[in-house]
């Protein structure tokens, strides 16, 4: 049960916590202290559906066939894990990123929200991360271990985005330094690794 929990809750952190796109726009928002709470409920919410679609979509139209092609299946996503660890130690050597802090002009809510639904939805690495892969990986998971899995990769999200939103205030001085960018990195490639030769040597 908590080994379960906790895969979904690291592997869901690991997966959304990349700055990208959309969590660039929650940290501005958060920084600037606009719409934080509507932004973080909304990123957290939609996150969590599509992790619930994936998990539900593959366990009962797919089931089948992760029956049939789990070695392959598995075999390909802790693959997957395994190359994208390897693009953050990649990143941890070369990146020379940073937060910065820009001047951001007040929008209104509905502006806000719109403009994270497209954020959002509109990222065809979405589907892939939160729905294939966070839905495959479930499958190695009994039924209510299943479960445990599930509220562990959603409650990563409300984590992730709540904590984003309300500690960029915090965190904007602390990632300005590249180097801590780099431990982050590294972090996530250690997670990713173990989840993928866990995925591996059960499934092998």
Known sequence: ???????????????????????????????????????????????????????????????????????????????????????????????????TANNLEPISLFNTISIITVLTFANPHVYLDTMILIGSISQQFAELNRIYFTVGACLASFVWFFGLAYGAKLLTPFMQRPAHWRILDILIAFIMFKIAFSLFFQNG
């Open 1 to 99: 049960m908590f080994y379960a929990f906790i895969t979904g809750f690291f592997l869901g952190i690991s997966l959304i916590v990349a700055i990208g796109a959309q969590n660039a726009f929650v940290l501005k928002q958060g920084i600037h202290r606009q719409h934080i709470f509507y932004i973080a409920l909304f990123c957290s919410i939609s996150d969590s559906l599509l992790i619930i679609l994936g998990v539900v979509g593959i366990s009962y139209f797919f089931n089948d066939l992760i029956n049939d092609y789990s070695k392959i299946i598995f075999g390909f996503a802790a693959l997957w894990l395994f190359m994208y660890g390897l693009s953050r130690l990649h990143s941890a050597l070369r990146s020379n990123s940073a937060i």
